[in-house]
């Protein structure tokens, strides 16, 4: 009893509380469960099935009387012949024609005075009810037809308005019987059967009506689910059309299921560039520059194992051109036996990509360890160039002199390396803040040009400089600015023809973000073999460098949003190469 309470005592306790006049006139019928369960498909599903019923019922209520009248029964009377034909055409209407069921939806069944409603539940109700009250008195019981109403009205309507439909059938039987007791039939008898059907309908009207919801409620927990899938494949779908990985789905029979545009591009001629592979799926067979990646397909269908770097695939193309891949093979799940796995997940990558990734990582673990090692050398350097001090002091000898010379130079030059190498090496970066970027080239462009003995006279000096008559704003730390100028000018002047004016260095306002700053140094053109390799660690054209000095300067523009390149220019009348490190502008801060 306990268990019987806690299912259907709370809802019908939290519906008592609305009378049925209120809940039909103010429309609150669409707040109950079930209503606001059903709807869409399911529910016109349902309704379909219901009417379909009705039709049968139908059917059969035609059949029996004619069956009836063959074998010559005179018990259904003329009345009851065309009561049962009438609601048999109206039920095969209501079933067969689209027309009369459109609109069937649950706000429509939340009124008795809809059409829907009483077309259907109504109708059943009035002819079941004539059936039984005309024929209830000769012993024939047409209580069982009431059944169908109460039961679509309990999966289809308001938990109230369901009730209301079972209390009226039961109110109907309970007429007839006792209708039948003042016409001296027995009242015991009649009275407990009309009691039990009357009962039982309001059973069938709870237990449809949660039937009807649980249902209700998986359909749509499905619905959520199936929704959820389709928008994890979308997602999945936008992820991999993203990689930078080509990714191909293929089955058994060689057959492309899904492949992403990195694939297809990998697959496609490169001598062709306007010929991209057409979109999934398509067959890998019958293309002969693909021979080599049907026979690995092949190959990872028909071993159990795949080694987990891949392998490599070459394929040859008509243009003449080659293309090494490297292919890693993963299965749809895990392998039970030699013809258990039907799809393949191949992950195609192109051997140069793999090559610069390995050849990054490994530059990434020199720089962490040549950092180490130029941390580990500051100090005993330090103590050499302290001790080489100490002893040219008291060097009286020319040959010493020289000697100490030669271990001061080596020192400085140590120096520079030491500190070229911890320049680039990982640590935290200092923020970029506003400077005067006229005042720091100015004052960069003297000292640089001191140091290195020049003269400061501008019409005799190979070093000219063209600056903004104004302050120019840029963001920049300023002693990482003033060492991407120093190692550009040192470049400059080390590959510049004599004469004054070949080396240039201009900075200028391009637009209200942006500012150009140039490095320019008359000579012949840079070779090709060279400019390839410009920005590359440890490239350097002479014997002694470190090849660290423009690998320096474009790291640290990368740090502060600037950009650095590279072009071939005419600079009054002198031809030349230039180097351009493109700054970011901003407001001077208060």
């Known amino acids: 009893m306990s268990s019987a309470n806690s299912w259907f005592g709370p809802r019908l306790h939290s519906e008592s509380q609305t009378p049925l006049s209120e809940l039909i006139d103010s429309g609150t019928a669409a707040t109950d469960p079930v209503i606001d369960e059903l709807h869409g498909d399911g529910f016109a599903r349902l309704y379909t099935a219901f009417l379909g019923a009705r039709a049968a019922v139908g059917l059969v209520l035609v059949t029996a009387i004619v069956v ?11 009345w009851t012949t065309l009561i049962c034909v009438t609601y048999a055409l109206q039920a095969l209407a209501m079933w067969l024609l689209p027309p009369l069921q459109r609109g069937a939806t649950p706000a429509a069944f939340a009124r008795p005075q809809g059409w829907h409603w009483l077309a259907s539940i109504g109708v059943d109700l009035a002819v079941f009810g004539m059936l039984h009250a005309y ?119 060689g057959r492309v299921r899904a492949a992403n545009p990195a694939a297809r591009v990998l697959l496609s001629d490169p001598g062709q560039p306007m010929r991209m592979v057409r979109a999934a799926p398509f067959p890998l067979s019958g293309t002969p ?5 049907v026979a690995a397909v092949e190959q990872a269908f028909a071993q159990a194992n795949w080694p987990e770097v891949g392998r490599d695939v070459l394929l040859q193309f008509e243009s003449g051109l080659q293309c090494s891949l490297r292919l890693r093979v993963r299965f749809t799940r895990r392998r039970q036996g030699d013809d258990s796995e039907d799809l393949c997940v191949l992950f195609v990558e192109d051997n140069r990509q793999v090559q610069a990734r390995s050849q990054q990582e490994r530059m990434a673990a020199m720089g962490r360890m040549s950092a180490g090692i130029a941390h580990e050398i500051r100090n005993p350097l330090t103590a050499i160039a302290q001790a080489n001090a100490l002893m040219a002091e008291d060097a009286h000898d020319p040959q ?171 600079e009054a009348g002198r031809s030349g190469n230039e180097f351009v490190v493109r700054l970011r502008r901003t407001e001077v801060s208060n």
């Not at 009836?68 to 003329?78: D, E, M, R, Y």
Request: glycine fraction near 10%.
């Open 400 to 570: 010493m002199q020289q000697l100490t010379r030669m271990v001061a130079s080596n020192v400085l030059r140590l120096k520079r390396i030491v500190d070229d190498v911890m320049e680039v090496a990982p640590g935290t970066t200092p923020e970029a803040v506003p400077l005067d970027g006229t005042q720091l080239v100015a004052e960069a462009c003297a000292e640089w040009a001191r140091t290195n003995g020049l003269l400061q006279d501008p019409a005799l000096s190979p070093l000219l400089c063209e600056l903004p008559q104004s302050s120019l704003v840029l963001s920049f730390e300023p002693e990482h600015l003033r060492r991407v100028l120093i190692n550009l000018l040192d470049n400059a002047l080390r590959h510049s023809e004599p004469g004054v004016g070949s080396v240039r260095v201009r900075l200028a306002a391009e637009d209200e973000e942006w500012a150009v700053l140039g490095v320019f140094s008359a000579g012949g053109p840079m070779p090709a073999e060279v400019e390839r390799h410009l920005f590359e660690p440890f490239f350097s054209t002479r014997s002694r460098g470190t090849g660290l000095g423009l690998y320096i300067c474009r790291e640290l523009c990368e740090r502060y949003g600037a950009r650095i390149g590279y072009e071939r220019r005419t």
């Open 135 to 253: 024929e209830g008195t000769a012993g024939i019981s047409y209580s069982a037809l009431f059944v169908l109403p109460v039961l679509m009205a309990g999966a289809m309507t308001p938990r109230l308005l369901a009730l209301a439909t079972a209390a009226i059938a039961a109110l109907v039987v309970l007429g007839v019987a006792g209708w039948a007791v003042v016409h001296g039939a027995e009242a015991g008898l009649r009275m407990t059967q009309a009691g039990m059907v009357g009962s039982g309908f309001f059973v069938v009207t709870l237990l449809s009506s949660e039937l009807a919801l649980r249902l209700a409620r998986e359909e749509r927990a499905a619905r959520g689910s199936l929704e959820l899938a389709r928008q994890q494949a979308q997602l999945n779908r936008l992820v991999i059309d993203e990689m930078q990985e080509g990714v191909l789905v293929v089955d058994r029979g």
């Open 68 to 78: 009836a009248g063959a074998l010559g029964s005179t018990s259904s009377g003329n």
């Open 289 to 293: 520059a693909w021979a080599g990646l």
